[in-house]
């Protein structure tokens, strides 16, 4: 999954193009289904309901990113582990005029919004061979809709001494990538522990970007294939997270944390993923807690691993030698369209608390859309 430089103004085209499809599937989606009259948040002096915000559009906030490098000693060795930690957050609108920080989408280190904060945060976790601006299409829409995101590396496979074919499956012959994979996968969890502790610290000491800005009582976890697995095994064993949308996630760290997952879910996942494939999704969707209060489960028929990513990578069967999909596979921007709407509104719904989301999480919404199949389960 290394980054091509080449590419960057290809990922321009396709987070453009995205913007445009999420505006055209999230207005469908409202005309479909509108707010419903049990919704308490949002209710104007009249008594009616106030419509939400597109979910599938861009939020109203402009979108400022900050990084940071936070040193934390090794779950297994003690040895230090220095990871790279990247925050997308609300900015005021002053924000669009500024120069777009390379790689990250938006302008670095903007001033952040205070009307609306402390803003609900969630935890991002990249997939191996990741790093934390892999995915800017899905950090920076979510920062738009007023959340703070912060993504981290996790170091062994995101990225030194991968993203390389020897570190892909774990167990290759080669005993240098295996040891620092096996160093990593071990300390993920705790990688992502370290940066919540430390990101909410910063907000309560008056940090120049995260002063008083997030909510440590609405906090969420995401992440894509090795980091989807990541989030899973997180929020197993953190009642803090209200809510977990895993993208993709490897089977290794997902199936294991499953029973214990106590918090709604929802698991995206594309049908033609040659990484992560479908039974073993359908396997992990069996798997998660009966008790868990909401069980999602949303397919895109076409999309493989690459739609978790800013660019289709090199050696995807669904991706050509310049980085676009195949005509057979489901465009990014359409992909990305899709897995912005409903992971916007889930986590709008469970994480930010926000009622009026909860008429448009209805999987009768998606059923004239051929690439897109929501399923959804609810404990008694």
Request: proline share 12%; charged share 15%; glycine share 10%.
């Amino acid at each position: 999954m290394e980054r091509s430089p080449a590419r960057s103004g290809g990922r321009k085209v396709v987070w453009g193009a995205t913007m445009a499809v999420c505006g055209l599937l999230g207005l469908l989606a409202l005309v479909v289904l509108p707010v419903g009259p049990a919704t308490q948040v949002g209710r104007p002096s009249g008594g009616q309901v106030a419509s939400p915000p597109d979910p599938g559009a861009p939020g109203a906030y402009a979108v400022g990113v900050s990084r940071r490098s936070l040193t934390r000693s090794s779950s297994t060795t003690g040895e230090p582990r220095t990871l790279d930690v990247v925050i997308w957050y609300p900015a005021t609108p002053a924000a669009a005029a500024l120069t777009l920080a390379e790689r990250l989408g938006v302008p670095l280190d903007a001033a952040p919004e205070q009307a609306g904060r402390p803003y609900p945060l969630l935890l991002f976790s990249p997939g191996a061979g990741g790093e934390p601006d892999i995915s800017t299409f899905f950090t920076t829409h979510l920062a738009s809709h007023g959340f703070v995101v912060v993504a981290t590396s996790h170091p062994g496979t995101t990225p030194a001494p991968c993203p390389s074919a020897r570190c892909a499956p774990l167990s290759t012959g080669d005993p240098v990538a295996q040891a620092w994979a096996v160093e990593a996968v071990a300390n993920r969890s705790d990688d992502v522990r370290f940066v919540l502790e430390t990101v909410l610290e910063l907000s309560a000491r008056g940090d120049p970007q995260l002063g008083a800005l997030v909510d440590g009582e609405r906090v969420g976890m995401t992440g894509t294939s090795y980091g989807g697995g990541t989030a899973l095994d997180v929020v197993a064993d953190d009642p803090r997270f209200r809510a977990v949308v895993p993208l993709a996630p490897a089977p290794m760290l997902a199936l294991p944390a499953a029973p214990r997952i106590s918090a709604p879910t929802m698991l995206v996942v594309g049908e033609a993923d040659h990484l992560v494939q479908l039974p073993a999704m359908q396997e992990l969707y069996a798997a998660l807690a009966a008790g868990t209060p909401e069980r999602w489960f949303v397919r895109l028929p076409r999309a493989g691993h690459g739609m978790l990513t800013d660019w289709c990578p090199d050696g995807y069967p669904e991706c050509d030698a310049a980085g676009w999909p195949l005509p057979h596979a489901l465009p990014l921007p359409e992909a990305h369209a899709r897995i912005n709407r409903w992971a916007t509104a889930f986590l709008l719904r469970y994480v930010a608390g926000d009622a009026r989301y909860a008429p448009l999480l209805d999987p009768a919404v998606a059923a004239g859309d051929p690439d897109l199949r929501v399923t959804v389960a609810r404990a008694p």
